[in-house]
């Protein structure tokens, strides 16, 4: 079990732990039989003489000027007070080795699903992969904190429980094991599907908190649509199923309810009948009391000890889960062969580049894409939606891997570049900006985590955006909202330049978005761009003609291939070239 490796650094502390567990269940034992005594005791000088009582209480100066239970109350005294000291380290102990080791999980977790490929998040989807570090790790804590405790506590309390009960009567412990383990098999079956209606709970909760968390992440669609009637169905469908299950779940806990009042205290009233015979006819001791308190103490723990097998169980798969996540593959392989590309000229060569992605293997995508980007040339990717445009942004990120053909930069594959490094040298404004929910400051900050209040304001004034930024009361302290909603599309953009302006990369990958800005706003943002773009290499995937018409060449992109190429007025000569088309398109729109 792997979560184990995570204790290993505090072994010893929790060895310890694990021991004043022992220690605290035998006293437990101890106390119980002492309090059953000091109840069953007729007379204060009759205390029994076979019982742990005496003992314990030979260890005293017998010169002691108290009566027996005196003396008893006085042990009684200390071993709570020792048995309350263990409980408090035991418990500190234990929560400190466990957070620690959690720590280290939750970060080793999320470090790995970080570093996953792309790929990875495509066929998962956020809230699953949030809840392995939540819900989850929770889970894994809990087990090792409490049930691992109580496990090993109610071991022990079973074992020492036994020898004390055969210690008083074999023929009173023989009863009782011949009715109460009858009972705990049952109760484990009644609680294990319990337990399966529980986890049916969970997972409908589970489903119907996904329906909550898309709903408002999508709000906008939701109202535009108005489909909240719609949302409302769902999610009302989602809850009526966590009611359902839910009530069958009670019924089971109900009438396992019932079966442990009849059952058990039934055998108990049955077991105390018995003891009472036995001691009519001379055969049982004053332990009666004493007998019975720890019996329940016993068949607490059996019980206890069913429910947590459970629970263990349940823990396992959870543990096996986030293993799993543990031993993926993440994406960075840094070794020394690797060069860094720290003096990157900028030059880009596709070649024969093939892609399907990996979730969609019937959907070729790229059927050969090739072409070169000169150091510091401007090249326009122009296409159909869906031809693949930002997919070839992709690409080149590195987020994916070319089924067929090659990535070289500056002449050498893209494979033999330090993958960090390389991302470094480049700068990527999405087609789609999601800011960061804290400051602007924060979210232009993003592109170089080390820079000055100066430098911030020197590339929001070349994206463009330090008027809109200054106009703000707050400023660059203005906080943007969840994923930057209190923005207009605009502007978020021009964050997300002034974001690559502040990274000075080599290579510049911009995804002009398709949502068309006023006449204002895209003379704006296209000089920020234009600002950008100097002296580095950059693929534009432009939807603005303005942009396209400043480009050094245009690569057309039709149906996964390059169809063509060449500068604003070659390709404008081309007779049904698609490059025409576009540009009459968007001729007649303005
Ligand atoms: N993560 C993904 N998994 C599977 N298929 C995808 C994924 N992303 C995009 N696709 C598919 O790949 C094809 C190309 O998509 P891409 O986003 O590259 O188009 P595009 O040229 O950028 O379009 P647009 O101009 O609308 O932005 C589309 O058919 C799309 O459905
Ligand atoms: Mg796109």
Same mark, same amino acid.
């Given at each position: !079990?792997?979560?184990?490796?995570?204790?290993?650094?505090?072994?010893?502390?929790?060895?310890?732990?694990?021991?004043?567990?022992?220690?605290?269940?035998?006293?437990?034992?101890?106390?119980?039989?002492?309090?059953?005594?000091?109840?069953?005791?007729?007379?204060?000088?009759? !205390?029994?003489? $076979?019982? !742990?009582?005496?003992?314990?209480?030979?260890?005293?100066?017998?010169?002691?000027?108290?009566?027996?239970?005196?003396?008893?109350?006085?042990?009684?005294?200390?071993?709570? #007070?020792?048995?309350?000291?263990?409980?408090?380290?035991?418990?500190?102990?234990?929560?400190?080795?466990?957070?620690?080791?959690?720590?280290?999980?939750?970060?080793?977790?999320?470090?790995?699903?970080?570093?996953?490929?792309?790929?990875?998040?495509?066929?998962?989807?956020?809230?699953?992969?949030?809840?392995?570090?939540?819900?989850?790790?929770?889970?894994?804590?809990?087990?090792?904190?409490?049930?691992?405790?109580?496990?090993?506590?109610?071991?022990?309390? #079973?074992?020492?429980?036994?020898? &004390?009960?055969?210690?008083? $009567?074999?023929?009173?412990?023989?009863?009782?094991?011949?009715?109460?383990?009858?009972?705990?098999? #049952?109760?484990?079956?009644?609680? %294990?599907?319990?337990?399966?209606?529980?986890?049916?709970?969970?997972?409908?909760?589970?489903?119907?908190?996904?329906?909550?968390?898309?709903?408002?992440?999508?709000?906008?669609?939701?109202?535009?649509?108005?489909?909240?009637?719609?949302?409302?169905?769902?999610?009302?469908?989602?809850?009526?199923?966590?009611?359902?299950?839910?009530?069958?779940?009670?019924?089971?806990?109900?009438?396992?309810?019932?079966?442990?009042?009849?059952?058990?205290?039934?055998?108990?009233?049955?077991?105390?009948?018995?003891?009472?015979?036995?001691?009519?006819?001379?055969? @049982?001791?004053?332990?009666?009391?004493?007998?019975?308190?720890?019996?329940?103490?016993?068949?607490?723990?059996?019980?206890? @000890?069913?429910?947590?097998?459970?629970?263990?169980?349940?823990?396992?798969?959870?543990?096996?889960?986030? !293993?799993?996540?543990?031993?993926?593959?993440?994406?960075?392989?840094?070794?020394?062969?690797?060069?860094?590309?720290?003096?990157?000229?900028?030059?880009?060569?596709? %070649?024969?580049?093939?892609?399907?992605?990996?979730?969609?293997?019937?959907?070729?995508?790229?059927?050969?894409?090739?072409?070169?980007?000169?150091?510091?040339?401007?090249?326009?990717?122009?296409?159909?939606?869906?031809?693949?445009?930002?997919?070839? &942004?992709?690409?080149?990120?590195?987020?994916?891997?070319?089924?067929?053909?090659?990535?070289?930069?500056?002449?050498?594959?893209?494979?033999?570049?330090?993958?960090?490094?390389?991302?470094?040298?480049?700068?990527?404004?999405?087609?789609?900006?999601?800011?960061?929910?804290?400051?602007?400051?924060?979210?232009?900050?993003?592109?170089?985590?080390?820079?000055?209040?100066?430098?911030?304001?020197?590339?929001?004034?070349?994206?463009?955006?330090?008027?809109?930024?200054?106009?703000?009361?707050?400023?660059?302290?203005?906080?943007?909202?969840?994923?930057?909603?209190?923005?207009?599309?605009?502007?978020?953009?021009?964050?997300?330049?002034?974001?690559?302006?502040?990274?000075?990369?080599?290579?510049?990958?911009?995804? *002009?978005?398709?949502?068309?800005?006023?006449?204002?706003? *895209?003379?704006?943002?296209?000089?920020?761009?234009?600002?950008?773009?100097?002296?580095?290499? $950059?693929?534009? #995937?432009?939807?603005?003609?303005?942009?396209?018409?400043?480009?050094?060449?245009?690569?057309?992109?039709?149906?996964?291939?390059?169809?063509?190429?060449?500068?604003?007025?070659?390709?404008?000569?081309?007779?049904?070239?698609?490059?025409?088309?576009?540009?009459?398109?968007?001729?007649?729109?303005?």
């Amino acid at each position: !079990m792997g979560v184990f490796r995570y204790l290993a650094p505090y072994k010893y502390l929790f060895v310890f732990g694990l021991l004043l567990i022992v220690v605290s269940g035998l006293l437990m034992i101890v106390i119980t039989a002492i309090l059953g005594q000091l109840a069953g005791a007729e007379t204060m000088a009759n !205390m029994p003489g $076979s019982s !742990m009582t005496t003992w314990v209480a030979a260890y005293l100066p017998d010169d002691l000027p108290m009566q027996t239970t005196g003396k008893i109350l006085g042990i009684l005294a200390v071993m709570l #007070i020792i048995q309350g000291f263990f409980s408090f380290v035991r418990v500190y102990i234990f929560s400190y080795v466990i957070e620690n080791a959690m720590e280290t999980l939750r970060r080793d977790v999320y470090r790995t699903i970080i570093s996953m490929p792309m790929q990875f998040f495509h066929e998962r989807r956020v809230g699953d992969l949030s809840s392995r570090l939540s819900s989850d790790i929770t889970t894994i804590q809990e087990t090792l904190n409490i049930t691992l405790a109580e496990f090993i506590r109610q071991t022990v309390i #079973i074992i020492v429980g036994l020898v &004390a009960l055969v210690s008083f $009567s074999y023929k009173l412990t023989l009863m009782m094991l011949a009715t109460l383990p009858v009972i705990v098999i #049952i109760m484990v079956l009644f609680g %294990r599907y319990i337990r399966k209606l529980g986890k049916l709970t969970q997972d409908k909760v589970a489903e119907s908190s996904v329906i909550v968390n898309e709903s408002l992440t999508g709000i906008v669609n939701v109202k535009s649509f108005a489909n909240e009637a719609f949302e409302i169905i769902r999610y009302g469908a989602g809850i009526r199923t966590i009611k359902q299950v839910a009530l069958k779940s009670a019924i089971w806990r109900g009438m396992f309810g019932t079966f442990i009042i009849i059952f058990l205290f039934g055998a108990l009233g049955a077991l105390m009948g018995y003891g009472a015979y036995l001691r009519s006819i001379g055969e @049982l001791p004053e332990v009666l009391v004493s007998f019975v308190l720890i019996t329940g103490l016993v068949a607490g723990s059996i019980g206890g @000890l069913a429910a947590q097998m459970g629970t263990i169980q349940r823990s396992i798969g959870i543990i096996e889960g986030v !293993m799993d996540i543990l031993a993926g593959q993440p994406e960075k392989i840094n070794t020394s062969e690797h060069a860094a590309p720290a003096d990157l000229k900028g030059a880009i060569s596709i %070649r024969d580049v093939h892609f399907h992605y990996p979730s969609r293997s019937d959907v070729q995508v790229l059927k050969g894409v090739s072409f070169d980007l000169q150091p510091g040339q401007q090249v326009a990717l122009v296409g159909a939606s869906g031809s693949g445009k930002s997919t070839l &942004a992709a690409l080149l990120l590195q987020f994916y891997t070319p089924q067929q053909g090659t990535i070289d930069f500056d002449g050498k594959p893209a494979q033999s570049f330090e993958l960090d490094a390389l991302r470094s040298a480049m700068a990527y404004v999405p087609q789609e900006v999601i800011l960061f929910g804290g400051t602007i400051r924060d979210n232009i900050a993003y592109g170089k985590p080390d820079a000055t209040d100066s430098e911030i304001e020197a590339a929001a004034q070349k994206a463009n955006a330090l008027a809109f930024i200054q106009s703000f009361p707050e400023g660059m302290q203005t906080l943007v909202g969840d994923r930057g909603i209190q923005l207009s599309g605009g502007q978020r953009q021009r964050i997300a330049i002034a974001r690559a302006v502040l990274r000075n990369p080599r290579i510049l990958l911009l995804d *002009e978005a398709t949502s068309s800005l006023d006449n204002e706003s *895209e003379k704006l943002v296209q000089e920020a761009l234009d600002e950008l773009m100097k002296g580095r290499t $950059s693929l534009v #995937i432009a939807h603005r003609l303005s942009t396209i018409r400043n480009a050094d060449r245009i690569v057309v992109l039709e149906n996964g291939i390059v169809t063509d190429t060449g500068t604003h007025n070659e390709l404008l000569e081309r007779e049904n070239g698609l490059y025409r088309k576009l540009i009459e398109l968007s001729r007649n729109e303005q």
